[in-house]
């Protein structure tokens, strides 16, 4: 079990070895990933990524959500306010096999509600196949995009061997 003084440790030795000040808010040209809240599909493990490398929003699922739609505006405001021009994004929204939200399958109103829409509309997400709905999110946020420059892609994690599986290539949009 961690408990909290594990915890303040680990952050001390991060402090005192990993810590860097002068990070940017937002590093140039780095991707915003959406990934699932489960520990077994953390991006900076399963990507390599190192402190700072990307934004990371996790949600339950990795879905791309009204939620997550928010978030990124919000984040894109952040960056103006900071004197960024929204310029070009890297948008990669990443499932993963054996996800939690699959056993969910049976609580149309919990889904609805998370997903922000009619019970008869739930066939539509794909709940139950990582790659289907992956595509399906990818597809969501080409529909109706953010402003600026995209280039959006879709991958599905395979918790059983640990590999990426690219479903949806980059693919910018204008």
Same mark, same amino acid.
């Given at each position: 079990?961690?408990?909290?003084?594990?915890?303040?440790?680990?952050?001390?030795?991060?402090?005192?070895?990993?810590?860097?000040?002068?990070?940017?808010?937002?590093?140039? =040209?780095? #991707?915003?990933?959406?990934?699932?809240?489960?520990?077994?599909?953390?991006? $900076?493990?399963?990507? /390599?990524?190192?402190? &700072?490398?990307?934004?990371?929003?996790?949600?339950?699922?990795?879905? =791309?959500? #009204?939620?997550?739609?928010?978030?990124?505006?919000?984040?894109?405001?952040? $960056?103006?306010?900071? /004197?960024?021009?929204? &310029?070009?994004?890297?948008?990669?929204?990443?499932?993963?096999?054996?996800?939690?939200?699959?056993?969910?399958?049976?609580?149309?109103?919990?889904?609805?509600?998370?997903?922000?829409?009619?019970?008869?509309?739930?066939?539509?997400?794909?709940?139950?196949?990582?790659?289907?709905?992956?595509?399906?999110?990818?597809?969501?946020?080409?529909?109706?995009?953010?402003?600026?420059?995209?280039?959006?892609?879709?991958?599905?994690?395979?918790?059983?061997?640990?590999?990426?599986?690219?479903?949806?290539?980059?693919?910018?949009?204008?």
């Amino acid at each position: 079990m961690i408990t909290l003084d594990t915890l303040k440790q680990r952050n001390h030795d991060f402090a005192a070895h990993q810590f860097t000040a002068s990070m940017s808010l937002f590093p140039a =040209f780095k #991707p915003i990933i959406v990934s699932c809240v489960d520990p077994r599909a953390d991006p $900076a493990h399963i990507l /390599g990524l190192e402190f &700072g490398d990307a934004l990371v929003i996790r949600n339950i699922g990795g879905r =791309f959500t #009204p939620e997550t739609r928010q978030a990124i505006t919000l984040l894109q405001n952040v $960056a103006q306010v900071q /004197g960024a021009t929204p &310029g070009k994004g890297n948008l990669i929204i990443i499932h993963h096999t054996d996800c939690g939200i699959t056993r969910l399958a049976g609580k149309p109103d919990l889904l609805a509600d998370y997903f922000d829409i009619d019970k008869a509309e739930l066939g539509a997400k794909a709940v139950t196949d990582p790659r289907t709905a992956v595509a399906i999110d990818v597809a969501a946020f080409k529909t109706n995009p953010l402003p600026g420059e995209w280039a959006v892609s879709g991958l599905v994690y395979d918790v059983t061997t640990g590999l990426i599986e690219v479903v949806v290539a980059p693919d910018p949009l204008q």
